[in-house]
């Protein structure tokens, strides 16, 4: 009961991570406004969670759906106490391989749509006495990768947006971190199209030997989401199995 009674608006909660940390909320105590492109699983798992879990389905690179599903939180919640934006799309190439449309598009959802979340919730979130903003990043904002070029951009302007909205926000008392996992499993970076080579080569990189679970991130997410974490703003927390040391 870590969040007891905490409102938590979590975009992309209808697969991998998002899935794992919507069921946390609601197993900690929380009341969830969920929200992703997906719909049907959106809505499938909403139903499962029960009806302290409300579903919308919600674009985040688009202004106008923030305050549709800003204002659906506040009508049925009445407040909101953690924002966490976990949404985001991955791609992988050289710099010659990859378009400028593609950077463009990747910037919308990953830092644009993260953008327009802590604008549009932080004035709710500050009109309850604050909350706990937190963004969802990589590993590939910690150091240099080969083939991220595009995503490494979005990632790393995240890790950029949290420092500056921690020291912005502070005096409305709403703290503002983000998390860096690194290869997470039963998420979207391997369902559908894993190569099992590919995979035991990933593995053997990670200095621990394994890949991130799901919960283990949803943990994180619980910590930086409730008031154990209170003196802690503006941060970055690596979940990588030591990748990036
Ligand atoms: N999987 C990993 O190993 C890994 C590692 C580091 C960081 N991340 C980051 O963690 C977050 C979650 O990743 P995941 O692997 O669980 O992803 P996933 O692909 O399994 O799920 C992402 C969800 O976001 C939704 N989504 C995509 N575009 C959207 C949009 N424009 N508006 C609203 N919803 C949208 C999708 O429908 C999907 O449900 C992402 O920000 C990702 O970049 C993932």
Redesign the pocket.
């Known amino acids: 009961m870590r969040l007891k009674d905490k409102v938590v608006f979590l975009?992309?909660a209808?697969?991998?991570?998002?899935e794992s940390h919507a069921r946390r909320v609601i197993a900690e105590g929380g009341y969830l406004l969920m929200?992703?492109?997906?719909a049907d699983?959106g809505a499938a798992l909403a139903e499962e969670l029960g009806e302290r879990a409300l579903f919308t389905r919600?674009?985040?690179?688009d202004e106008a759906q923030w305050q549709q599903a800003v204002a659906l939180a506040s009508e049925r919640f009445g407040r909101i106490d953690v924002l966490v934006n976990?949404?985001?799309?991955?791609t992988k190439g050289s710099i010659q391989s990859e378009t400028a449309d593609s950077l463009r598009k990747v910037l919308d959802?990953?830092v644009v749509?993260t953008w327009l979340g802590i604008r549009t919730v932080s004035p709710v979130m500050a009109r309850g006495g604050g909350g706990s903003i937190i963004n969802?990043?990589?590993?590939v904002a910690y150091r240099g990768w080969n083939d991220y070029s595009v995503y490494s951009c979005s990632?790393w302007a995240i890790r950029g947006l949290t420092q500056s909205m921690a020291v912005e926000l502070a005096p409305q008392n709403i703290r503002v971190n983000t998390i860096l996992?690194?290869?997470?499993d039963e998420?979207?970076?391997f369902?559908g199209r894993v190569d099992e080579e590919l995979k035991e080569r990933v593995r053997q990189s990670i200095p621990l030997k394994r890949f991130v679970g799901r919960e283990q991130v949803s943990s994180l997410m619980v910590y930086l989401a409730s008031d154990e974490s209170s003196a802690t703003t503006g941060t970055d927390n690596l979940i990588d199995g030591g990748v990036s040391i």
């Open positions: 975009t992309g209808a697969n991998g991570m998002g929200t992703d492109i997906d699983g919600q674009d985040i690179s976990n949404a985001g799309i991955l959802v990953n749509g969802i990043s990589s590993q990632k996992p690194g290869a997470v998420t979207g970076l369902s």
